[in-house]
């Protein structure tokens, strides 16, 4: 604030020159005479200004064109009726920097006027107009642009152009010409300005150019891992390109999964930035992507290698199992050393069968003593011994499937059961398995036959006090070596402490002889999965001659169905079992609807196209597995819940085979991006949003089984009312 100075006449830049951060200034009642064009320029902040009851006679507005003014004081200044102040009187009219509501008067002779009022005769704007050809340019075109100036007093005028590498302007008195040679580019959507100013003010006219030209990539980057995974890129073309996908040299089908998106548009301007979007890819999505943008002028290609995952097969799941042909003894036949010659080769064997021999009696005598001295199990092998070599054993209800669990042979089946759980002593410890005579079971035919042997409806005698026979069903063990036997006993051991109306029921095995027998529950309609098959739309043309005793599944059916299962899965969770191979193959039927988890092993037999081999060994049904065990082999109660989600699936498509229209690879792929089994037709969106909680990325994030059958026995009770508008 400057106040009552007389002697400061004139303000310039160098006054103001160290004040960048003002933003109010007051020079008042001093004897200010002369403000320079360029006083201000350094304060680019300035947006109060008070000039009030200096000695101003005239004042440039160019004093103030840059500036973010909204307030200008300039009442008592004895300002001259000129073209000076026109600009003054045209910023009062128009309520600008509130002037209009000051009181301002000019000297005309020796008369004080009001300035607003005061006609200013030859004070006038100056006025532009630029002539161009109205037509796009394409690149490589000249154009010359010409601007008109008008203004009384005359004007000075001059082209404000970007700084392209543009010709000066031709001037003349009343017309600036532009010369534009080989246009680029660069110049498309830029703005060329045409300025005209005098005392009056300022004046412009301008025009944006629309240069056509072929697609350019000017930027396409690696993959990075955002919310999903996105492919950058930046692409300028006029007109707007179409933008396509190459996925290792093959055109990439878009989809939700799988698109492109453009991100921003940048203003005024052609250039677009997007990205390639990618919900969840795994490693079947590595590869080389290929950027494709075409106009009608011409196209552009740019490649980037997209890693978004390890394989976590060693192999594709559609490749032929691969066969070792070599013998186990030529493991090491690799490493450098002498040729074994044929005296030296039987030498060595007549080395190992000495060992062999000693090592046999050795074993020998150790069995006597542990037959002597250590506590025996019903099955004639020791307890502890068990055990012990079974420590690394997952508690998984995969035992039930004796010699056919996804691991296809018992080494395999050792090998992929292990887990993180801790083996509860008191399931095991006082386990008492039931033996069955011999001579009280009648075999009658066959059922089936899985990896581990045969199963056959039987009738067995003196099973329970309240009846004398009773229908079962027998699996014998094909196998008698010592492995196969602690297996057995290991999974008779595990079904005894399974008890649960919807479990089926283990009655005991019978030890005496060969083969060794579980004796289980028979029910009567077989596996859910064929049993939903023959009951639904399509079972005259499954037909396998059977009856169908309900015809085909109601809603209600399949509630009651879904609610069996639930109930049987909430048994095991309290348990802390993990099924690892729910599906309605798994599931059996028995009289009035009765639905039981339990499966005799032939599951993989009969649905083989259910599962499919990893490593040449492990069979994986990986159509009703999360993504987490997919990819890394975990599998746990929430991973089981997934599992029941599927099933539900299958339920309410009356058994079809999930993912039923694609290869493993597809299903694969399909599942680990997080995509959805579709709504089955005959299912109430109640029952598919049950699916859903099944199905979400993250297991912590499944609903609980215990809230599922929950769920399910409100529906039961209150079914959702569904029209099958379709059907």
């Known amino acids: 604030v400057i106040e009552n100075q007389p002697l400061l006449t004139t303000l310039t830049r160098a006054d103001t020159r160290m004040l960048q951060n003002l933003r109010n200034l007051t020079i008042s009642n001093s004897g200010l005479q002369h403000i320079s064009d ?280 559609e490749e032929p199992i691969p066969v070792s042909l070599s013998p186990l003894g030529t493991r090491n036949s690799s490493l450098e050393g002498p040729v074994e010659t044929m005296d030296e080769h039987t030498f060595g064997v007549s080395v190992a069968v000495v060992l062999a021999v000693f090592a046999c009696l050795f074993l020998s005598v150790m069995l006597i003593v542990l037959n002597k001295c250590g506590r025996r199990s019903k099955f004639g092998i020791n307890r502890s011994a068990v055990l012990a070599q079974e420590d690394d054993l997952a508690m998984s209800l995969h035992f039930m499937n004796l010699g056919s669990s996804p691991l296809s042979s018992t080494e395999s089946k050792l090998e992929g059961l292990k887990s993180n759980f801790i083996e509860n002593p008191q399931y095991f410890c006082n386990a008492c398995v039931h033996h069955v005579q011999r001579r009280d079971i009648v075999l009658k035919w066959e059922l089936g036959e899985g990896a581990f042997g045969k199963v056959f409806l039987a009738e067995c005698y003196n099973l329970l006090p309240e009846q004398e026979k009773m229908l079962v069903a027998v699996k014998a063990l094909k196998e008698g070596t010592e492995r196969a036997r602690l297996d057995f006993q290991r999974e008779a051991e595990l079904l005894t402490v399974l008890q649960h109306e919807h479990i089926v029921k283990f009655y005991g095995v019978c030890t005496e002889g060969e083969p060794l027998i579980m004796v289980f529950e028979y029910m009567k309609h077989g596996d859910l999965n064929r049993f939903l098959r023959s009951h639904g739309p399509d079972a005259k043309i499954l037909d396998h001659g059977q009856g169908q005793p309900y015809g085909q599944l109601t809603l209600s059916h399949m509630l009651q169905i879904a609610t069996q299962i639930a109930s049987g899965m909430v048994y095991l969770a309290s348990l802390h079992f993990v099924h690892r191979d729910l599906a309605t193959r798994n599931c059996l039927v028995g009289h009035d609807l009765v639905v039981k988890i339990g499966d005799f092993g032939m599951s993989r037999d009969i649905y083989s196209t259910d599962y499919y081999r990893v490593g040449g060994r492990t069979m994986l049904p990986i159509r009703w597995m999360p993504p987490e065990s997919i990819l890394y082999r975990k599998f746990t109660t929430e991973s089981d819940i997934w599992s029941f989600g599927v099933v539900l699936w299958e339920i309410f498509t009356y058994g079809k085979q999930p993912w039923y229209q694609l290869s493993n690879t597809e299903a694969i792929e399909c599942i680990t991006q997080g995509r959805e089994l579709e709504r089955p037709r005959t299912c109430p969106s109640e029952v598919y949003d049950i699916m859903q909680s099944c199905w979400q990325r993250e297991p912590q994030q499944r609903q609980c089984i215990k809230d599922i059958h929950s769920r399910l026995q409100a529906l039961v009770k209150t079914p959702p009312i569904y029209l099958d508008i379709l059907g």
């Open 38 to 317: 360029d006083a201000f320029q350094d304060t680019p902040w300035l947006s109060h200004v008070n000039l009030s009851s200096n000695a101003l006679h005239t004042l440039s507005w160019k004093t103030f064109q840059h500036l973010p003014l909204q307030e200008l004081v300039l009442v008592g200044n004895p300002f001259n009726c000129s073209c000076g102040v026109r600009w003054l009187q045209l910023w009062q009219n128009g309520s600008r920097a509130e002037l209009g509501n000051q009181s301002l008067g000019c000297w005309e002779g020796s008369a004080l006027v009001p300035l607003g009022s005061q006609p200013l005769h030859g004070c006038e704007l100056p006025t532009v107009r630029i002539e161009h050809p109205d037509v796009v340019l394409h690149q490589g075109d000249s154009v010359n642009l010409t601007c008109y100036i008008a203004g009384e007093p005359p004007a000075t005028g001059d082209w404000v152009v970007p700084d392209v590498g543009l010709e000066p302007p031709v001037l003349s008195e009343w017309e600036l010409v532009l010369e534009i040679t080989n246009v680029s580019s660069s110049l498309n959507h830029k703005d060329l300005t045409c300025r005209a100013e005098n005392a009056a003010g300022l004046a412009e006219d301008s025009v944006t150019l629309n240069v056509t030209f072929p697609p350019v990539i000017l930027d396409l980057q690696e993959a990075i891992p955002q919310h999903f995974w996105c492919i950058p890129f930046s692409v300028d073309s006029n007109p707007a390109p179409s933008i396509r996908w190459l996925f290792n040299g093959t055109a990439l089908a878009e989809g939700p999964y799988i698109h492109t998106r453009i991100m921003e548009y940048e203003h005024n301007s052609t250039v677009l930035h997007g990205c390639l979007w990618l919900n969840r890819p795994t490693h079947v999505n590595n590869g080389n992507y290929t950027l494709l943008v075409r106009n009608p002028l011409g196209s552009a290609a740019r490649s980037i290698w997209g890693r978004f995952m390890e394989n976590p097969f060693s192999f594709s799941p």
